[in-house]
């Protein structure tokens, strides 16, 4: 029954490193009257299954690390791979120095490169970290170590095209309508780390909104 859903969706939440997010928006689902649960639940269903279809194939390839680190939690994501499950599976345990996968350039991406993050608490609703001094004082110097380091000096704006059709969405969260379904390649502006709930807020084709 619907528990046996709950269950089965926190469970996947908590494999990703998601389980706040996951159980916020189940939470949100069933808040309020029977009959109101139930149309939210069908009406919902319904009018998003095609669109987040069009998401789901649009994203990038990636992998989430849990970290404990002294009672503390972080989260270090890397993205852009091809495929995410070439060296680890979901629950896969890992370890200092492993390979966990390969470069790629999946999504929103223009050559291949590694796209990494740091989070404290839960990943996109805890807190972003610099990732360079974050591994400096865990022993790991990236641009000491690197063979050329570019300007690390955040632009006013970035570009993104898109590698598959995607929506763009009039808010950053799943049950929003779409304003325009972008086609592939499509050119979409952004300023960096401008984020929420996991969507990057963009500007394609006169219209500023969402996309996953």
Same mark, same amino acid.
């Given at each position: 029954?619907?528990?046996?859903?709950?269950?089965?969706?926190?469970?996947?939440?908590?494999?990703?490193?998601?389980?706040?997010?996951?159980?916020?928006?189940?939470?949100?689902?069933?808040?309020?009257?029977?009959?109101?649960?139930?149309?939210?639940?069908?009406?919902?269903?319904?009018?998003?299954?095609?669109?987040?279809?069009?998401?789901?194939?649009?994203?990038?390839?990636?992998?989430?690390?849990?970290?404990?680190?002294?009672?503390?939690?972080?989260?270090?994501?890397?993205?852009?791979?091809?495929?995410? +499950? %070439?060296?680890? *599976? !979901?629950?896969? &345990?890992?370890?200092? #120095?492993?390979?966990?996968?390969?470069?790629? /350039?999946?999504? =929103?991406?223009?050559?291949?490169?590694?796209?990494?993050?740091?989070?404290?608490?839960?990943?996109?609703?805890?807190?972003?970290?610099?990732? +360079? %001094?974050?591994? *400096? !004082?865990?022993? &790991?110097?990236?641009? #000491?170590?690197?063979?050329?380091?570019?300007? /690390?000096?955040? =632009?006013?704006?970035?570009?993104?095209?898109?590698?598959?059709?995607?929506?763009?969405?009039?808010?950053?969260?799943?049950?929003?309508?779409?304003?325009?379904?972008?086609?592939?390649?499509?050119?979409?502006?952004?300023?960096?780390?401008?984020?929420?709930?996991?969507?990057?807020?963009?500007?394609?084709?006169?219209?500023?909104?969402?996309?996953?």
């Amino acid at each position: 029954g619907l528990a046996s859903v709950v269950v089965e969706a926190v469970t996947a939440g908590r494999a990703a490193g998601l389980e706040d997010f996951v159980r916020t928006q189940i939470a949100a689902m069933l808040a309020g009257d029977g009959e109101a649960v139930i149309d939210r639940f069908l009406n919902g269903t319904q009018k998003h299954a095609a669109r987040r279809s069009f998401e789901m194939r649009s994203t990038s390839g990636y992998i989430v690390v849990k970290h404990v680190i002294g009672g503390r939690t972080y989260h270090s994501v890397y993205v852009h791979m091809w495929n995410a +499950t %070439t060296h680890v *599976k !979901a629950g896969s &345990v890992v370890k200092a #120095g492993q390979q966990i996968g390969l470069v790629g /350039s999946s999504g =929103p991406s223009t050559a291949p490169h590694l796209h990494l993050e740091v989070w404290e608490g839960a990943w996109y609703t805890g807190t972003s970290l610099d990732s +360079t %001094t974050w591994l *400096k !004082a865990r022993g &790991v110097d990236l641009k #000491g170590n690197a063979g050329r380091v570019y300007s /690390s000096v955040v =632009p006013s704006s970035c570009s993104y095209y898109a590698a598959k059709q995607v929506s763009l969405l009039s808010q950053p969260n799943a049950a929003a309508l779409p304003l325009v379904v972008l086609p592939v390649n499509t050119q979409m502006t952004g300023v960096p780390a401008d984020m929420s709930n996991g969507y990057v807020r963009v500007t394609a084709k006169g219209l500023t909104g969402w996309v996953a």
